[in-house]
């Protein structure tokens, strides 16, 4: 079975949500036979890759709410997240571009690290001091390097900027056509649609559900021939 997550780096919901899901999946009696293939969306497109401004000052003018409710709502994120036993910083957070996040997400793909390179990522976002946005590509590959890509093979990518762009374009457009409109968003063997960092239980459910309901497996009868089992292997008689 594959779950596929669309979420955003950016998306505090998206780091509670993965911790979620992992907990439910860390129970799941077939876990070993579930593949977990991370997509790409981003929450702030149009943003120039050097505009990076604080998380409150972003939160103020993109939903027009003070900055105490802002605050508040960090708080209220912060502890969320502690109880899912992860660190997130409430206070002096940046916001910015991800496009080249979800760039390296796609080489971390093909190299079999992604989902060490994004919790790599939503680490240093939202739980340590130096920003993931403001120390230019260096600091993407230094984290690149953290989840066991190689410092080449990161720096040239961010170095390319069409590398891996088309495949970011892709996965956006396929949320669209699914009637994502917002992150996380899982899709369980394109069947099932979950939205939002539910809770371990609605995540437990629904992977019991989906399992569940997998169509078996059609034999095409092309009579007999030689096969091998457990009682050994058909030797031909001559």
Not at 139 to 147: S, T
Not at 177 to 203: C, H, I, M, T, W
Request: charged content about 30%.
């Amino acid at each position: 079975m594959k779950v596929e997550i669309w979420s955003d780096i950016a998306c505090p919901w998206c780091y509670v949500g993965k911790a979620r899901f992992e907990k439910a999946l860390a129970a799941f009696p077939h876990r070993d036979r579930v593949e977990v293939v991370h997509r790409s969306f981003e929450l702030d497109p149009g943003r120039a890759k050097g505009d990076v401004q604080p998380v409150i000052t972003m939160l103020t003018k993109k939903y027009g709410m003070s900055e105490a409710q802002a605050q508040a709502g960090e708080e209220n994120l912060g502890a969320q997240a502690a109880a899912e036993g992860l660190e997130y910083r409430t206070r002096d957070r940046d916001h910015g571009n991800t496009f080249d996040m979800h760039r390296l997400l796609h080489l971390a793909k093909e190299r079999g690290r992604q989902d060490e390179l994004i919790q790599v990522l939503y680490q240093a976002n939202f739980a340590e001091e130096r920003s993931v946005f403001a120390e230019g590509d260096e600091r993407l590959v230094e984290l690149a390097v953290a989840a066991g890509l190689e410092a080449e093979d990161a720096r040239k990518a961010l170095a390319d900027p069409t590398a891996y762009a088309d495949d970011v374009r892709a996965d956006e457009r396929e949320a669209a056509e699914l009637g994502a409109n917002g992150v996380p968003f899982f899709v369980l063997d394109r069947k099932y649609g979950v939205s939002g960092a539910q809770p371990a239980e609605v995540f437990a459910q629904a992977l019991t559900q989906a399992w569940g309901e997998r169509p078996p497996l059609q034999l095409l009868d092309q009579g007999d021939a030689d096969a091998c089992g457990p009682d050994g292997c058909a030797v031909p008689q001559h």
